[in-house]
């Protein structure tokens, strides 16, 4: 019988049930920060491990922490702290996948933008694993909902983003309620000076274990344009107009220049929206649900509302400014060209931000490719508009509607195809659904005049 390869799951210590899972989800090799972090997480160690995002991390940590687990224990076991809601809600799902070999796993997530109370009755009710963003975690360890004295394991995702939001005192904290013989694990896309100092006040002699980027590069095609402040902005239609990319994610460095950025768009026609920081916690879910379910085409953002964003199949990234942070760089490109699909980037540089160019260069091993603005002509077929549209019903979860029953409604109901119906996103109080664009005025006339799982439900077109 031949050996096992060395990045197969079934060299680790994993319990057969979890091995199946694995497989049945299609996990069949380590990813490269999986196979360096595992065995080292797996025998207890605290670990540093440097990766992006789109790197396969969650899973990382995800299976140390469930090999930590005493399902018969009703108690708080892992704690994963997360720089944002979205973040947290995506690693909550990846945990939940992960811990199906066992039923009796329970997850529940704490973050800001959603009522306390809900959280609280999860809470109450017993959970194994807590994710959460740190302000709302030590929320609920001030009131006393959240109890850390059977802790084991302690998570710090995306530790450089926290550090970047301010959340180091929220973080000291609360590893200061987490019993001293726990193990911490911390991830980190960079690592900044303040990691090292996190690392030194919680961590027992960590093992560190660096990835490079997962992208060789190969497969994004990136390009540069030197620009003048004066016509940046214009120079981010003119590449839309030219290469006309179904989904564009354009990163700026500041909330300012975002809002701007996306209001001329608007104006000039453009499915465009914008994250930032500023945004309340209803509007930045809209607009995440629109970019991942088609109905947007270009979302403008920063770095820190973008975290945790995955989109998949993104056809383009723009960067609008060049970031000071070689890494960072290299982590926004990243999202492009992912699963052997090929990718755009597109770079925009104006002569004072040359020395932030040339430190990329050296991180990348290659110098960049110039290209001259007047070289972009507006290519056949006129703006390119969203595929989809987002109609949004005014009930979710809390009516315990389901993905089948807005599909139901759609196909059985008013004669709609499968294909002419898109994403479906359900949380607490709010169902969107990307459909055609061209029938999604007649889509909310016939759900407003018709039922959704037997009642009558509220519809509206979510427009730019």
């Given at each position: 019988?031949p ?6 799951f079934?060299?680790l210590?994993?319990a ?6 694995l497989?049945?989800l ?9 196979a ?10 605290d ?7 789109g790197?396969?991390?969650?899973a ?5 922490l ?13 704690l ?6 979205e973040?947290?809600?995506?690693v ?27 959280q609280t ?7 194994h694993?807590?994710?959460?963003t ?7 360890l001030?009131r ?22 301010g ?16 193990q911490?694990?911390l ?5 900044p000076?303040?990691?090292?100092k996190?690392?030194?006040?919680f961590m027992?002699n960590?093992?560190?274990?660096k990835?490079?980027?997962?992208h ?5 095609e ?5 620009v ?36 001329l768009?608007?104006?000039?026609g ?24 088609g109905?947007c ?11 945790g964003?995955?989109v998949?199949?993104l056809a383009?990234v ?9 890494e960072?760089?290299?982590?926004r ?9 090929s990718?755009l ?19 990348q ?7 001259a603005?007047?070289?972009l002509?507006p290519a ?5 508009l ?16 389901r993905?089948?029953?807005?599909l139901?409604?759609l ?11 898109g ?6 109080f ?11 005025k ?12 037997g009642?009558?439900?509220k ?5 730019d």
């Amino acid at each position: 019988m031949p050996a096992p390869h060395p990045t197969a799951f079934d060299t680790l210590p994993l319990a057969p049930a979890t091995l199946e899972n694995l497989k049945r989800l299609g996990y069949l090799e380590m990813t490269a920060i999986q196979a360096a972090s595992l065995p080292p997480a797996l025998l207890g160690k605290d670990l540093i491990a440097q990766a992006k995002t789109g790197s396969g991390k969650t899973a990382a940590f995800a299976l140390a922490l469930l090999a930590n687990l005493n399902t018969r224990r009703f108690a708080v076991q892992a704690l994963v702290l997360c720089p944002t809601r979205e973040l947290a809600d995506q690693v909550t799902t990846e945990i939940r996948r992960l811990a199906r070999a066992d039923d009796n796993i329970k997850v529940v997530t704490l973050s800001g933008g959603v009522p306390l109370r809900g959280q609280t009755t999860s809470l109450e009710h017993g959970a194994h694993i807590v994710v959460g963003t740190p302000g709302r975690v030590m929320d609920h360890l001030d009131r006393g909902n959240l109890q850390l004295d059977a802790l084991n394991t302690l998570v710090l995702d995306e530790a450089d983003r926290m550090l970047d939001m301010g959340f180091v005192d929220d973080i000291a904290k609360v590893a200061r309620q987490c019993p001293p013989q726990r193990q911490t694990l911390l991830f980190s896309a960079t690592y900044p000076e303040g990691i090292a100092k996190l690392a030194a006040q919680f961590m027992k002699n960590p093992v560190t274990v660096k990835v490079e980027a997962q992208h060789g590069g190969e497969q994004i095609e990136q390009r540069w344009y030197e620009v003048r402040e004066s016509e940046r902005l214009t120079a981010v239609a003119r590449l839309l107009d030219h290469f006309r990319p179904a989904s564009a994610l354009a990163f700026c460095n500041t909330k300012a220049r975002c809002r701007e950025l996306a209001e001329l768009l608007q104006a000039q026609g453009y499915s465009a929206l914008a994250l930032h920081g500023d945004l309340e916690q209803r509007d930045r879910d809209q607009v995440l649900v629109r970019f991942a379910n088609g109905s947007c085409t270009v979302l403008v953002a920063t770095d820190v509302a973008a975290r945790g964003l995955d989109v998949a199949g993104l056809a383009a990234v723009i960067n609008v400014d060049v970031t000071p942070d070689p890494e960072i760089h290299v982590h926004r490109i990243g999202r492009t060209g992912r699963a052997g699909e090929s990718g755009l980037a597109l770079n925009l540089a104006s002569l004072d931000e040359m020395g932030a160019v040339g430190r990329i260069e050296q991180l990348q091993g290659r110098p960049s490719e110039w290209h001259a603005v007047s070289e972009l002509t507006p290519a056949a077929g006129g703006r390119l508009l969203p595929a989809m549209a987002t109609v949004h019903i005014q009930a979710g979860r809390k009516e315990k509607i389901r993905p089948g029953d807005v599909l139901g409604a759609l196909t059985a109901d008013l004669g709609y195809t499968r294909e002419q119906v898109g994403k479906i996103d359900i949380n607490e109080f709010a169902t969107y659904v990307a459909v055609a664009r061209d029938i999604a005025k007649d889509v909310v006339a016939g759900l407003n005049a018709g039922k959704v799982k037997g009642r009558s439900v509220k519809a509206r077109l979510l427009n730019d």
